[in-house]
T-cell receptor, first 113, second 114 residues
Framework: GDSVTQMEGPVTLSEEAFLTINCTYT??????LFWYVQYPGEGLQLLLK?????DKGSNKGFEATYRKETTSFHLEKGSVQVSDSAVYFC????????????FGSGTRLSIRP | KAGVTQTPRYLIKTRGQQVTLSCSPI?????VSWYQQTPGQGLQFLFE???????NKGNFPGRFSGRQFSNSRSEMNVSTLELGDSALYLC?????????????FGSGTQLSVL
């Protein structure tokens, strides 16, 4: 079945460092890909999404490009801030429903001032 | 506009008991879905309700059930609780649950089973 694999955490960076969180997927069709973020004590928020190959999703300085040839959707940010500390989830949807989402295991990111 | 509201925020139960969790979606949203989040299994889809009918279901035993009311509010019930049911239960709503729609998540109910 469909699945998502993302890099193990925790990831600890200094403020203004470059961030990459790797994500690869396995899917039989043409899924939509997402990055969700979960701040402490809160639910998930959609950070960005891409619905077809070569699409780039972006939001709040974060970017991710849907790479069909490498089945990847890596999350990047050029200069992280302390406020970016959270857990990040890569996810896919097979397109049958908004709710049937398959999530990766999550990557905890901590940013040092 | 109020967000997705889940109550209670925390619950402590003992094995064998049953529990009911509540979710109020964003006004106008008719699709409500439920997820279980645990450190070991991560985030897993439980089920989705739309117009008072269960439309999609994940791979969970029959002890996990839900319902949706005419005002779109939803409840989730877990019977005969097991230690492994300890988790953060998240609810999400969307306008119609159509593929591509944005999901809005609540802050969750943290269930501890002793």
């Amino acid at each position: 079945g469909d699945s998502v694999t993302q890099m193990e955490g925790p990831v600890t960076l200094s403020e203004e460092a470059f961030l990459t969180i790797n994500c690869t997927y396995t899917a039989t069709g043409y899924p939509s890909l997402f990055w969700y973020v979960q701040y402490p004590g809160e639910g998930l928020q959609l950070l960005l999404k891409a619905t077809k190959a070569d699409d780039k999703g972006s939001n709040k300085g974060f970017e991710a490009t849907y790479r069909k040839e490498t089945t990847s959707f890596h999350l990047e940010k050029g200069s992280v801030q302390v406020s970016d500390s959270a857990v990040y989830f890569c996810a896919l949807s097979d397109g049958s429903s908004a709710s049937k989402i398959i999530f990766g295991s999550g990557t905890r990111l901590s940013i040092r001032p | 506009k109020a967000g997705v509201t889940q109550t209670p925020r925390y619950l402590i139960k003992t094995r064998g008991q049953q529990v009911t969790l509540s979710c109020s979606p964003i006004s106008g949203h008719r699709s409500v879905s439920w997820y279980q989040q645990t450190p070991g299994q991560g985030l897993q889809f439980l089920f989705e309700y739309f117009s008072e009918t269960q439309r999609n279901k994940g791979n969970f035993p029959g002890r996990f059930s839900g319902r949706q009311f005419s005002n779109s509010r939803s409840e989730m019930n877990v019977s005969t609780l097991e230690l492994g049911d300890s988790a953060l239960y998240l609810c999400a709503s969307s306008l119609a649950g159509t593929a591509g729609e944005k999901l809005f998540f609540g802050s969750g109910t943290q269930l501890s089973v002793l």
